[in-house]
């Protein structure tokens, strides 16, 4: 496997890969840039009190129910998927649009980070029965050479 390989064909290997990654970064940035959401969202049926008032957010950035998105029943929820309710200063209530929930990007965050410890467990598990069972077929071959001499 791996250990076969040659000094230039590792650095060559990692040399490929550190290109590839290069490369997907740079398309991704371009990517990104071209097809990025505008913050400012289309509200239908809505006060847009909280662009000229000042206001405050009681209740933060939430999904949607599948409902609400399926029925159209509230206008803010088509285009994100998201809502969070506000209250001007003039004691409206209102509904509007939001980019990314917190606490669901974070649990997010969280599955990932621990999904990759457990995948980097079993790997590191895995490297080393490898190498203890490389090292045993070692000493039982030098054991055979030096016991037929």
Same mark, same amino acid.
């Not at 490929?16 to 290069?22: A, E, N, S």
């Not at 991704?28 to 959401?37: L, V």
């Given at each position: 496997?791996?250990?076969?390989?040659?000094?230039?064909?590792?650095?060559?290997?990692?040399?490929?890969?550190? @290109?590839?990654?290069?490369?997907?970064?740079?398309?991704?940035?371009? +990517?990104?840039?071209?097809?990025?959401?505008?913050?400012?969202?289309?509200?239908?049926? *809505?006060?847009?009190?909280?662009?000229?008032?000042?206001?405050?957010?009681?209740?933060?950035?939430?999904?949607?129910?599948?409902?609400?998105?399926?029925?159209?029943?509230?206008?803010?929820?088509?285009?994100t998927h998201n809502k969070?309710?506000?209250?001007?200063?003039?004691?409206?209530?209102?509904?509007?649009?939001?980019?990314?929930? &917190? +606490?669901?990007?974070?649990?997010?965050? +969280?599955?990932?980070?621990?999904?990759?410890?457990?995948?980097?467990?079993?790997?590191? &598990?895995?490297?080393? @029965?490898?190498?203890?069972?490389? *090292?045993?077929?070692?000493?039982?071959?030098?054991q055979n050479q030096?016991?037929?001499?």
């Amino acid at each position: 496997m791996i250990e076969n390989l040659s000094k230039k064909r590792m650095v060559f290997g990692i040399s490929c890969l550190i @290109l590839l990654t290069i490369v997907v970064l740079i398309i991704e940035s371009k +990517w990104m840039k071209a097809g990025s959401r505008r913050q400012e969202f289309i509200i239908e049926n *809505n006060s847009t009190c909280w662009h000229r008032e000042t206001f405050e957010v009681i209740k933060d950035c939430h999904p949607c129910s599948a409902f609400e998105i399926a029925s159209r029943s509230q206008g803010v929820c088509v285009h994100t998927h998201n809502k969070e309710v506000l209250r001007c200063q003039s004691g409206e209530i209102v509904t509007r649009s939001c980019d990314r929930v &917190a +606490w669901l990007d974070e649990k997010h965050y +969280w599955s990932f980070q621990i999904s990759l410890t457990i995948i980097g467990s079993l790997s590191t &598990a895995v490297s080393f @029965l490898r190498q203890k069972s490389l *090292n045993r077929k070692a000493m039982l071959k030098i054991q055979n050479q030096l016991g037929t001499c």
